[in-house]
């Protein structure tokens, strides 16, 4: 009978040390993945600075950038009532959206007069979303030009509903990303953003 309850008591050691493993390496992971994007945040917002300050001096005959390649550097989002500043990629690929928030392959790019889509995660970047408030002003930084929107509208639907991304004939910002916000595991909707261009920024 004791040997049985040795046994258990081992079993329950093996079992508890097991478990102190596994979230020893998730608070791990999560605590790598969460340094690594603030990392890629501050070196990339220097960089870009840089490219502004550069782009400031340059001839007034060179060609705008071209296109951004996947994963490339597209500029910087700010939020300025929310506090939010993010930098912007090409892509919205899960190694891409763990960083920055990600242009939607093909929506229309910043100055192109039609609608701009960019994705976030709601449980990292694009948490403060949840506060937007219809007027909010949004900053969309390039390397050519500062893209000044208002917010009109915010609305909840599913994931089906990509004609959100379709061009609409406006010069307009569309932000995606999931809701609820403190829905745990995948959640089942998607929270939109939509804000118009100010004429003349």
Known sequence: MQAHRNKGLHYIHVAQLGFSILGMAALGYWAWVTVSSHLYQARESARFDREIHQANFAKPQLPPKPAVEDGGLLGRLEI?????????????NSGELKRAVGHIPGTALPGDGSNVGI?????????????????????????????????????????????LLYPNGKDTLTLVTCFPFYYVGSAPQRFIVRAERIQGS
Do not use: W
């Open 80 to 92: 300025p009532r929310l506090g939010l500043s993010v930098m912007v990629v090409e892509g919205v």
């Open 119 to 163: 994705a976030g995660h709601r449980d990292t970047f694009f948490r403060p979303l949840r506060l937007i408030h219809s007027n909010d002003l949004i900053d969309l930084n390039t390397t050519v030009g500062t893209y000044r929107y208002r917010v009109v509208s915010t609305k909840v639907v599913s994931p089906a509903d990509v004609q």
